[in-house]
């Protein structure tokens, strides 16, 4: 057995959108923001997130820290795919493909 299998290699993916409209809610929105990113994701879009996991049980772990971190008020949306189906999306670029991200490195202990 392979032991990244692109099957078991999962991706989150956080969508959100929060209010920006008092000095209160920019806060809230950057602070969940700042979280996001202190927990290894990366913008893939305004307000779309992504990170990469080893396998379905860290992924949990991240998305569990995503749920305590919500902001009170807005819309927020987790997805979890493997690297397979993310490795099929189509991105571009005006009428130009796009590369995907690669995935930053991780040191594995064992």
């Given at each position: 057995?392979?032991?990244?299998?692109?099957?078991?290699?999962?991706?989150?993916l956080v969508f959100f959108d929060?209010?920006?409209?008092?000095?209160?809610d920019r806060k809230n929105y950057a602070v969940f923001r700042k979280k996001l990113l202190a927990d290894g994701?990366?913008?893939f879009?305004?307000?779309?997130?992504?990170?990469?996991?080893?396998?379905s049980e860290n992924a949990d772990v991240h998305i569990q820290r995503v749920k305590r971190s919500l902001p009170e008020y807005g819309s927020v949306g987790i997805m979890c795919v493997t690297d397979k189906q993310f490795g099929d999306i189509e991105l571009f670029y005006g009428k130009k493909t796009s590369?995907?991200?690669?995935?930053?490195?991780?040191?594995e202990l064992f």
């Open positions: 057995m392979e032991r990244f299998s692109e099957y078991r290699v999962m991706w989150i929060l209010p920006t409209e008092t000095k209160k994701f990366n913008m879009q305004f307000s779309i997130y992504v990170r990469h996991c080893p396998s590369p995907l991200p690669q995935p930053s490195m991780q040191l």
